[in-house]
C-alpha cells in the first residue's frame, strides 16, 4: 500500500482500483479548502475513491483520522502534518503496515517512516517575498518588520531561511532596521544562521499561521514602536492569512505612511487585496501542480516503479527524497496572467480588474 502523508469531510466516487485517504490540517484556511478542491477535481478525473479528512489543528485528531483511513484498507494516504514532530507516530503507524509515506507540502519530521515528500521549493518561497520587499523599497534605514509562521511547521523555518538569505545582507548594508526583533537584531550580522539561532527569531515572531495571532502580535508593535520606527516600512508577512491581518493593523496606524508586504499562497481574499492595492504581493503556489505530482507520485509506486525527484531535505532523521514545484511571485502587475488567464481564477471572482 501506499500512505502520503498530507491535513474533517469526506467524499467518495469511482471504482476500487485504487482508494486514495487524504489528511489536509485545517478547513479554517482557504490554502486548504483550495487543496481539497484540486484534490476532487483531479481524482474526479479517474476512477480512484477517496476520502478527505481535515484535522482542524490537532495532531491527535491526525492521528485518529490516519488511523481511521488505515483501517478502511486504503491503498494512497496524502497527509500535510498539522506538527512535523507529532506526525511521526501517524507515519510510524503507517509504515507498519506496509504503507510508503509522502508527505504533502510539509514534512514529517524525525522519523525514518517518511519514504517520499511532494512540495513547493519552500526556501524559494521565502526568497520571493524578501527579494519583492528588497526590489521595492526605496533609501536606507527602512523600518523592516519580520513575521514567521507556526514553530511547529518545518516550512516555517524554510521559509524564513529564504527569507533571511535574502535580507541580511540589507539588513547588515543598512537599508533595512529591524524593527521588531530583538532576537533577529542579535544576529543581523550573521548571514548563516543555526536551526536554533532561527528557531529562537522564529519563535519570537510566530504567528501561528493564526490571522488574530498576527493581527494581535502587530497591534503590540505598533504599539511600542517609535516614529523612527514608521513612515514607509517593510514587512515580512508570512502568508496570505495572516499578511492581510497584519496589513489591516498597519494600514490603520496613521504614522504609516506606506507599507511594503509579502504573502503567499494566492488565496482568493488576497488576489483581492492585492488588486486593491492593500497586499503588495504573494507567491502563487500552484496547487494543481503540488496535487499532480502527489497523485502521479502514488500511482507510480502503485504500478511498481520508482517517482522522480529533485532533490531531497533532511527531516532530522533522514533525507528524504522530493518532488519540487516552482512558485511564483504575483503582484498587480502579473496577476491578470498568472491568476485569472492561467484558468486559476475566474475573473468574475473579483472586482477592480483593469
Known amino acids: 500500500m501506499v500512505l502520503i502523508a498530507a491535513g474533517c469531510s469526506s467524499e467518495s466516487g469511482g471504482s476500487n482500483d485504487l482508494s486514495v485517504g487524504i489528511v489536509l490540517p485545517t478547513k479554517d484556511e482557504q490554502r486548504w479548502v483550495q487543496d481539497e478542491e484540486r484534490f476532487k477535481e483531479a481524482i474526479g478525473e479517474t476512477d480512484y475513491t477517496t476520502e478527505i479528512l481535515f484535522s482542524q489543528g490537532s495532531s491527535a485528531k491526525e492521528k485518529e483520522n490516519v488511523e481511521t483511513l488505515i483501517s478502511k484498507g486504503i491503498d494512497v494516504l496524502i497527509i500535510t502534518p498539522q506538527d ?66 507556526a514553530a511547529s511547521d518545518n516550512n516555517a523555518y ?77 514587512i515580512l508577512g508570512p502568508n496570505d492569512d495572516t499578511a492581510r491581518a497584519i496589513a489591516d493593523v498597519f494600514s490603520q496606524d496613521s504614522s504609516v505612511t506606506s507599507y511594503v508586504i509579502s504573502g503567499q499562497d494566492a488565496t482568493k481574499a488576497s488576489i483581492q487585496y492585492i488588486i486593491d492595492g492593500k497586499q503588495s504581493m504573494t507567491v502563487f503556489k500552484d496547487v494543481r501542480t503540488l496535487v499532480k505530482d502527489a497523485m502521479g507520485m502514488a500511482i507510480t509506486i502503485l504500478d511498481g516503479d520508482t517517482p522522480d525527484t529533485t532533490g531531497s531535505y533532511d527531516n532530522g532523521e533522514i533525507d528524504v527524497p522530493a518532488m519540487q514545484s516552482d512558485v511564483i511571485s504575483v503582484d498587480k502587475d502579473n496577476v491578470q496572467s498568472e491568476i485569472i488567464d492561467s484558468g486559476y481564477y475566474e475573473a468574475s471572482e473579483f472586482t477592480g480588474l483593469e
Open 84 to 149: 512535523g514532530d507529532s506526525a511521526a507516530a501517524a507515519a510510524d503507524a503507517a509504515k507498519e503496515e506496509g504503507i510508503t509515506v509522502i508527505s504533502y507540502d510539509r514534512l514529517i519530521t524525525n522519523t525514518d517512516s517518511v519514504d517520499y515528500y511532494v512540495t513547493f521549493d519552500s526556501v524559494a518561497v521565502g526568497a520571493a517575498q524578501a527579494q519583492y520587499l528588497v526590489d521595492n523599497s526605496e533609501g536606507s534605514g527602512i523600518p523592516l518588520y519580520l513575521y514567521a509562521g
Open 158 to 234: 524554510l521559509f524564513f531561511e529564504g527569507a533571511w538569505n535574502v535580507l541580511q545582507p540589507k539588513i547588515a548594508d543598512g537599508t533595512f532596521t529591524i524593527a521588531n526583533s530583538s532576537e533577529a537584531e542579535a544576529l543581523q550580522d550573521k548571514a548563516e544562521l543555526t536551526r536554533e539561532e532561527m528557531s529562537a527569531i522564529v519563535s519570537q515572531l510566530t504567528t501561528s499561521w493564526d490571522p488574530n495571532e498576527a493581527k494581535n502580535k502587530a497591534e503590540t508593535h505598533l504599539t511600542a514602536a517609535g516614529d523612527d520606527m514608521k513612515g514607509d516600512i517593510a
